[in-house]
């Protein structure tokens, strides 16, 4: 399958500061790419859709100044989660499609501890 | 509001079992339907993918999809520890947005 690339894997950061975590698609050019977020025992809640070339669509109620995405490219996409406070750790995960399956294939995940 | 709901176990089955999963959705407009396998700290990993009613089947895993029930499972025959996890159902549309159940964590004790 699509291999999607996510950086970094764990990253333990002071609360007010900014974390940028990098997504990219190794074999294929991802045209969308989508960020999603699971707190403990929880599912995976998409955050925001990414598209190459254009602003980010956000899931009601995830604060689009506070998560910034950037999509400047066909394999890079970023999250930087700004401000941090203790509560957005969690576990952060990307994904892509490829092909017209709607597979998505997942990054292996960035887990943020806010201290 | 799309819903997907899991239940969410623990199941605990043994050794060469077969485990039963199961899901359904709430968006009738749902036209894909996805089983994840998750390990505790890692990230999701496909097992199938399913789009038309009845079964379908790949290796000891086999998902049946019944679009008028709206319901989806995922059958794993010959269970074995290794396949201890959180399984992760998805339901999607035509525009890729999946959403996800909470999980059903399976035990397979050996």
């Known amino acids: 399958g699509a291999v999607v690339s996510q950086h970094p894997s764990w990253v333990i950061c002071k609360s007010g500061t900014s974390v940028k975590i990098e997504c990219r698609s190794l074999?294929?050019?991802?045209?969308?790419m989508f960020w999603y977020r699971q707190f403990p025992k929880q599912s995976l809640m998409l955050m925001a859709t990414s598209n190459e070339g254009s602003k980010a669509t956000y899931e009601q109620g995830v604060e689009k100044d506070k998560f910034l995405i950037n999509h400047a490219s066909l394999t890079l996409s970023t999250l930087t989660v700004t401000s941090a406070h203790p509560e957005d750790s969690s576990f952060y995960i990307c994904?892509?499609?490829?092909?017209?399956?709607?597979?998505?294939?997942f990054g292996e995940g960035s887990r943020l501890t806010v201290l | 509001q799309k819903e997907v709901e899991q239940n969410s176990g623990p199941l605990s089955v043994p050794e060469g079992a077969i485990a039963s999963l199961n899901c359904t959705y709430s968006?009738?407009?749902?036209?894909?339907f996805f089983w994840y396998r998750q390990y505790s700290g890692k990230s999701p990993e496909l097992i199938m993918f399913i789009y038309s009613n009845g079964d379908k089947e790949d290796g000891r895993f086999t998902a049946q999809l019944n679009k008028a029930s709206q319901y989806v499972s995922l059958l794993i025959r010959d269970s074995q520890p290794s396949d201890s996890a959180t399984y992760l159902c998805?339901?999607?549309?035509?525009?890729?947005?999946?959403?996800f159940g909470k999980g059903t964590l399976l035990t397979v004790n050996p």
């Open positions: 074999d294929f050019q991802a045209t969308t």
């Open positions: 998805a339901a999607g549309g035509s525009n890729y947005k999946l959403t």
């Open positions: 994904s892509s499609t490829s092909g017209n399956t709607g597979e998505l294939f």
């Open positions: 968006d009738r407009g749902s036209q894909s």
